[in-house]
């Protein structure tokens, strides 16, 4: 048997190289479309639904929860490309002790403050804003920060707090995909 195994190896040099080069193929697809995958499987085995900070959010299917090493942190990923230096996630964690506001008011006048502030020192390329997100329960209010070179928007990042809600969220990623963050933030019940 391992005669005739030989033999035909000498004879089919061809045709394994090509079984080698499809093989090589077949696993850098898989290296690249893992992440998709695993949002699938994620979404077939727990539903649309996760629970973050004590909330439940609406996740695209895209987007997967995977709970952080640190006490009480949650991660929201996206599936993206294996060669994108980005990834995009949403991290819900628990608020730095003292700043948690009382009020809607009070929060929004310290989420301006902030931009006010950091808008004087601003490096170039750099956009800072403020914007009020409304999921049911509260409003989030969200500085915005992005890099911008030439016209291309290279990183954003979104940074979420409410009144009276012990948790911070933060959105760093793509800002192709800011939009989708947002969305999932408004959904929280």
Known sequence: MSNKLVSFTKRRPLFFASLIAVAVAGGLLCAEFRLYAYAVIWHRAHGDFA???GHRVKLPTLWWKED?????TSLLERAGHSNTFLASQIVVS???PGEM???DEEELKSTQAIVAIRNRSLSAGTTLSTITLY???FKLYCTREGSVISGVKLYSQLLCEAARVPY?????????????????LSTLE
């Open 94 to 96: 628990p608020a730095i």
């Open 135 to 137: 999921p049911k329960p």
């Open 51 to 53: 629970t973050i900070g």
């Open 168 to 184: 911070s969220f933060i959105y760093n990623g793509n800002p192709t995909q800011e939009n989708e963050a947002e969305s999932i």
């Open 68 to 72: 952080a090493d640190a006490y009480d």
């Open 101 to 103: 506001r009382d009020s």
